[in-house]
């Protein structure tokens, strides 16, 4: 069973926020291209793709297991965004709006994937 990820609005909002890290992380210093810049936009990217990849499983216990990858994912960009925000390399704003952001990707994902949970 194929579904679409596009209607998903966990989805939508992990896919936006690959664009805010993106964005966010340009500034950080030359130092850091290799290493949590590179971790925070690999973190992030992987919680959409995780979503995709799981989207396009037949089953759902494969679903729900990309759907797993992809909350671990978020909670990692999440800490990593904090991570940046109190080494200076994010603003307090820009830093507080991205976990933010996270946090509420991340409930998202785990109450869809209770809902998968209880389906045969």
């Given at each position: 069973m194929s579904r679409d990820h596009r209607k998903l609005r966990m989805f939508t909002l992990a896919?936006?926020?690959v664009v805010d890290i993106y964005r966010a992380t340009n500034g950080f210093p030359p130092g850091e291209r290799f290493g949590l810049q590179a971790q925070i936009t690999r973190a992030a990217v992987s919680a959409a793709c995780n979503i995709v990849e799981g989207s396009a499983?037949?089953?759902t216990s494969e679903y729900v297991n990309f759907l797993n990858i992809a909350s671990g994912s978020a909670a990692?960009?999440?800490y990593l965004a904090d991570l940046s925000c109190r080494?200076?390399?994010l603003g307090t704003i820009d830093g507080q709006k991205l976990s933010d952001e996270y946090t509420e990707l991340a409930a998202g994902l785990e109450a869809l994937i209770r809902s998968l949970s209880h389906k045969p």
């Amino acid at each position: 069973m194929s579904r679409d990820h596009r209607k998903l609005r966990m989805f939508t909002l992990a896919d936006r926020l690959v664009v805010d890290i993106y964005r966010a992380t340009n500034g950080f210093p030359p130092g850091e291209r290799f290493g949590l810049q590179a971790q925070i936009t690999r973190a992030a990217v992987s919680a959409a793709c995780n979503i995709v990849e799981g989207s396009a499983r037949r089953s759902t216990s494969e679903y729900v297991n990309f759907l797993n990858i992809a909350s671990g994912s978020a909670a990692e960009a999440r800490y990593l965004a904090d991570l940046s925000c109190r080494l200076g390399f994010l603003g307090t704003i820009d830093g507080q709006k991205l976990s933010d952001e996270y946090t509420e990707l991340a409930a998202g994902l785990e109450a869809l994937i209770r809902s998968l949970s209880h389906k045969p």
